[in-house]
């Protein structure tokens, strides 16, 4: 697995780099050697956080974590995406999705018996025709973090986001 490991707000030590690739070696069981794995690492404040995203054929797997401990990120992102792989790969082999990407040994083991997603509830709504800032305003009012609409000006469903950062985002299709 080739591993490339930048940093934000912080200098990546020989500790840090020997932290990454010895956790990230624990993955190497689930792709074929030339995977690559982008690993970003940054310090906010007193966030210590780690990005780790590996780009397979047709999909991204993708985990981050923040802790006030580097090495303490490291291992819960490599966990993370651990466990990723252990829940999705029934997935995976269902729609033979970038098979390729992985390991024999691995597409070819026994599927683990937690790879179901339940679904727990079902809602079904009218989507009435609004302005991605109206539906902005309805979700705030509804106190949920992403409203589904139908785009007034399009005519096609689109959703809008609550980010992190406090301010909205608009998903649209894209055909």
């Not at 291992?75 to 651990?82: F, H, M, P, Q, T």
């Not at 040994?105 to 679904?119: C, G, K, R, W």
Request: proline fraction near 5%; glycine fraction near 4%; include cysteine.
């Amino acid at each position: 697995m080739n591993i490339i490991i930048s940093g934000k707000n912080i200098e990546i030590t020989p500790g840090l780099k020997s932290a990454v690739e010895d956790k990230l070696s624990k993955l190497e069981k689930y792709f074929v050697p030339d995977t690559t794995a982008n690993v970003t690492l940054s310090v906010e404040k007193y966030r210590q956080k780690a990005e780790v995203t590996i780009p397979v054929k047709g999909s991204i797997i993708r985990a981050e974590q923040e802790s006030d401990d580097m090495y303490v990120t490291i291992d819960l992102v490599v966990d993370i995406i651990d466990s990723q792989m252990k829940k999705y790969k029934q997935k995976i082999v269902t729609k033979k999705q970038a098979a390729e990407s992985f390991k024999k040994e691995y597409m070819e083991s026994a599927p683990d018996d937690d790879t179901d997603i339940p679904i727990v509830r079902t809602k079904k709504f009218g989507i009435k025709p609004m302005f991605p800032e109206d539906a902005c305003v309805e979700m705030e009012l509804l106190g949920h973090s992403f409203f589904v609409f139908s785009n007034a000006e399009t005519e096609q469903v689109n959703v809008v986001y609550k980010r992190k950062d406090g301010k909205f985002g608009l998903i649209e299709p894209e055909f």
